[in-house]
Each structure stands twice: as structure tokens, then as C-alpha cells.
């Protein structure tokens, strides 16, 4: 597969702005998921959208694995505010061999 182009991601974060719940909006990341590849820019903008912790978390766990460029992970980092959200993130990051 590719990454998801502009347009797409454009389209993926309408999508996730539309739903008002968090579970709504983690299901339209994981559909997305299931047939798309990302960078990892594209994912600090997908979970720039979902807006707490615990579904930053979530949607990273849906993502990591279809990660292109997860060499570039530690940009990832950024996308948490809180050290125990960083740490989680990269135990995220390693299961997945980044």
C-alpha cells in the first residue's frame, strides 16, 4: 500500500471532527487503519483531532502498526503533553519495532 495522500487525510480528519464521541471518533481511525498507510506526520495530525490522553493513546496503537516511516518515531513524541503519556507512547512504538 501507500500512504494516505492529502486529500485523504484532509477527509479522515473531517471525519473524526464530525463525531462528537471519542468512541465514534476512534472507530473512524481504526477504519482508517484497516486500509490506509501513514507517516508519521499524518499520525501527529490524526492525533492532533482526538482530544484526550487516553484516545491519543489509543488511536497510536491503531496507527503504529501501518507506520511507514517509523524510523522518524521520536516526532511522535510530540503529540503528548504529559512524560507518562510520552512513556506509554513509546512502549507503543517498540511493540511495534520502532
Excluded at 487525510?9 to 490506509?36: C, M, P, W, Y
Excluded at 499524518?42 to 484526550?52: E, G, N
Amino acid at each position: 500500500g501507500r500512504p494516505c495522500g492529502g486529500e485523504e487525510l484532509r477527509a479522515l480528519e473531517h471525519a473524526i471532527d464530525n463525531e462528537g464521541f471519542s468512541a465514534n471518533k476512534l472507530t473512524v481511525v481504526e477504519q482508517a487503519a484497516a486500509t490506509r498507510l501513514f507517516r508519521v506526520e499524518q499520525v501527529k495530525t490524526i492525533l492532533s483531532h482526538l482530544s484526550f490522553s487516553a484516545d491519543k493513546l489509543r488511536g497510536l496503537e491503531l496507527l503504529a502498526p501501518r507506520l511507514v516511516d517509523g524510523r522518524d518515531s521520536f516526532a511522535i513524541y510530540e503529540a503528548f503533553s504529559f512524560s507518562a503519556d510520552k512513556q506509554r507512547a513509546r512502549e507503543i512504538m517498540r511493540r511495534n519495532g520502532y
